[in-house]
């Protein structure tokens, strides 16, 4: 019986502890949460940098990388299902076509959303640009 009152005391303040501390854990997806710095994310191409050389194809270890012409040019269609995110395309990319980006939320039940093509790059690109004049107008 001693020693039960001897613990109580000290239960009581790792209880009073837990209960009033701030949560530790984020509530996402409510509360977005921020990328550290380096994260390897989804990839982000720019389709006017590419010269078509083939390197990231070439580098790619998982074979998540295809050549295939678009418009007359050869450009890069990312497979990010195969894809271990190890970013070699982007270190052996001469002109900076592809770059990190801290994109994470990629879960999606259908395999022929994971497929990245240079078109989806071109519109959003093209997006931008539309968005970015109306902002500064």
Excluded: W
Excluded at 55 to 61: A, S, V, Y
Excluded at 80 to 91: N, Q
């Amino acid at each position: 019986m001693v020693k039960k009152r001897r613990r109580l005391p000290a239960l009581i303040k790792d209880m009073g502890s837990c209960l009033f501390k701030k949560p530790f854990t984020q509530q996402y997806p409510f509360v977005k949460v921020q990328a550290p710095e380096g994260y390897r994310g989804r990839h982000t191409f720019d389709p006017e940098k590419c010269i078509s050389c083939g390197l990231c194809e070439r580098d790619c270890p998982a074979n998540a990388i295809k050549l295939d012409e678009v418009s007359g040019k050869r450009m890069p269609h990312f497979y990010l299902d195969r894809c271990i995110f190890c970013y070699l395309c982007e270190e052996g990319c001469p002109r900076k076509a592809i770059t990190l980006s801290t994109n994470f939320e990629m879960s999606t039940t259908e395999t022929e959303e994971l497929l990245v093509t240079p078109k989806e790059f071109i519109t959003k690109t093209e997006v931008t640009s539309e968005e970015g004049k109306e902002h500064v107008a």
